[in-house]
């Protein structure tokens, strides 16, 4: 589901390109592992939202399940594998790249009308 890379740089990251699991990608790389509504509330999405998300992600192995109680209480604890840290730094990575290369090319357009 990854991307091939580009020539010289990394790729976008196919898996967590959409916005919705960039941001709950982006939200669990601040930490180790984080309570299922923790995860929902931070990133405003719906329980059925964060559990395609997290089923999908887990799937492909960017995403860690772990399932528990507290007291009598289940619940439920994501947290990114070391794939998914990677694949988000190589994405982040590839979309700095796809900026940079803009601003060149904005620059250099705007040298040739100069």
Sequence with gaps: MT????????????????PTRL???AFLSACDEAEFATV??????SDSV???????L???GYL???KGYVG????????LTPDGRQALALHVAALQDIAATARRA?????DTRS
Excluded: F, Y
């Design 3 to 18: 991307a091939a890379p580009a020539p010289g740089g990394p790729a976008i990251d196919a898996a967590i390109n959409h």
């Design 50 to 56: 964060l559990s395609k998300i997290a089923s999908a």
């Design 40 to 45: 929902r509330a931070g990133c405003r999405v």
């Design 72 to 79: 009598k209480r289940p619940r439920t604890w994501l947290s």
């Design 23 to 25: 941001t709950v990608v």
């Design 106 to 110: 904005g620059a250099a357009a705007e």
């Design 58 to 60: 887990e799937g492909i």
């Design 64 to 66: 860690a399940v772990r």
